[in-house]
């Protein structure tokens, strides 16, 4: 069987199991798109077809795009990667680390031992956490009232580190920091700033946080899948009127249009004559930015997320913008590939020495779905069956 047979035949099996109630998939290379297919429902019951121009929520795949949108301002002069990131934002300077709680259950804090960076933001190593991910930073916010980083308030923008900036690696609110020293470099407001500088350029017509009338008729709806295994509609939309623009996860988005995105890195920061980063600064997107720290696994304190690891048992690292596997993996993606993720079970990956980039998507949560996630790793490694 060809590339569209092997694929169609691992998706389409899925959906008509029930294991998933819609999927979208898409495959391209430096050239253009190789595959791209839907199988399934929009959202389960309604008879509403899973279709290729479907919008979904990207979750923390938004992390990449407001990732390339600092360093646009880096390689424009306007950011800096090692600088102090205070200097940009302020109240970055005003946050301490988290050394317990006191006999009233308050949190105590003192200063950092330096100053955090763009650099470290980016990496995930400037000591900012998730609440869904640390018990620490849930009672922190338990104890505070501080909203989920999902309610858009500036408040939970203020938490507390949990380690000193560059200590290691800790999954957490870094990128939407990000996003605010990017709306302040700029003097745009985040999506403003995406829509001229990324999506326009790029033809991602059918990307923004806020969700456009076109872009609600496609849209899909989120589901979550119960202890016994079922999938029920589980409705979530991210506040359409928010304090901040989440750059950690707030754009809804297509996978056509996110293999646009992709393609542009394969094509080392071009699309269609179109040029967003400079080659010099794309080939920095696939290095290690964290030194000696390693990115590793998580525990789920939330019932959106299951424990998870990408390739657990193997050394991985991040970029400006992505996680970097050392080592092949066994759905055949080289060392050196690049790949994250969004919580609704959506998945993509860059590959720069095949020339590949892929892109899945489903709407089911808690992330790493007992389901959703092996049909993303059958999906990758059907890929590979038909090159090598």
Same mark, same amino acid.
């Given at each position: 069987? =060809?590339?569209?047979? #092997?694929? %169609? ?11 998933? /109630? ?6 391209? $290379? ?35 795009? #407001? ?16 600088? !102090? ?23 105590? &804090? ?17 000591? @900012? ?5 640390? /018990? ?9 009232? +501080? ?12 938490? !507390? ?11 957490? +609110? $870094?990128? %939407?920091?990000?996003?605010? *020293?990017?709306?302040?470099?700029? =003097?745009?407001? *985040? ?19 806020? +969700? ?19 999938? #029920? ?54 290095? $290690? ?6 990115? &590793? ?12 690891? @990408? ?19 066994? #759905? ?17 990956? +860059? ?10 998507? &489903? ?26």
């Amino acid at each position: 069987m =060809g590339m569209k047979e #092997t694929l %169609d035949q691992i998706l389409s099996e899925a959906s008509e199991q029930g294991d998933v /109630p819609g999927v979208v998939a898409t495959v391209g $290379n430096r050239e253009g798109v190789l595959y791209e297919a839907a199988f399934g429902e929009r959202c389960l019951g309604e008879g509403h077809t899973m279709n290729v121009d479907t919008v979904w929520w990207i979750a923390s795949m938004t992390k990449a795009i #407001t990732s390339v949108a600092a360093v646009q301002c880096v390689e424009r002069g306007l950011l800096e990667l090692d600088a !102090p990131a205070k200097e940009v934002c302020p109240e970055l300077g005003d946050i301490g680390v988290l050394e317990g709680f006191d006999e009233n259950g308050q949190p105590n &804090t003192r200063p950092p031992k330096c100053d955090i960076t763009l650099r470290q933001l980016l990496t995930h190593t400037a000591g @900012f956490g998730y609440d869904d991910f640390n /018990p620490d930073m849930q009672r922190v916010h338990d104890v505070l009232g +501080i909203p989920s980083v999902l309610d858009c308030k500036n408040r939970t923008l203020t938490v !507390p580190l949990l380690f000193d900036p560059g200590e290691r690696w800790e999954y957490g +609110i $870094n990128i %939407d920091w990000v996003g605010k *020293l990017v709306e302040a470099a700029s =003097g745009k407001r *985040l999506g403003e700033y995406f829509r001229q500088n990324i999506f326009e350029p790029l033809g991602m017509n059918s990307t923004a946080f806020k +969700i456009s009338d076109s872009m609600r008729s496609r849209l899909a709806s989120t589901h979550f899948r119960g202890e016994d295994g079922q999938l #029920t509609v589980y409705p979530l939309e991210v506040p359409q009127d928010p304090e901040f623009e989440m750059g950690g996860g707030g754009l809804y988005s297509t996978v056509q249009d996110y293999l646009h995105f992709l393609r542009m890195v394969l094509n080392y920061g071009q699309l269609g004559g179109n040029r967003v980063l400079t080659p010099e600064n794309v080939v920095s997107l696939g290095l $290690n930015h964290m030194g000696d720290c390693r990115v &590793t696994g998580f525990n789920s304190f939330t019932k959106f997320a299951n424990d998870a690891e @990408f390739f657990p048992g193997m050394k991985k690292s991040w970029s400006l913008a992505f996680q970097i596997n050392h080592e092949s993996t066994d #759905t055949g993606r080289p060392a050196g590939g690049l790949m994250w993720a969004g919580l609704a079970n959506s998945y993509f990956w +860059i590959d720069q020495s095949s020339g590949l980039a892929g892109v899945y998507a &489903t709407q089911i949560f808690p992330f790493a779905d007992k389901k959703s996630f092996p049909l993303y790793l059958a999906f990758e490694k059907g890929v590979y069956s038909q090159i090598i």
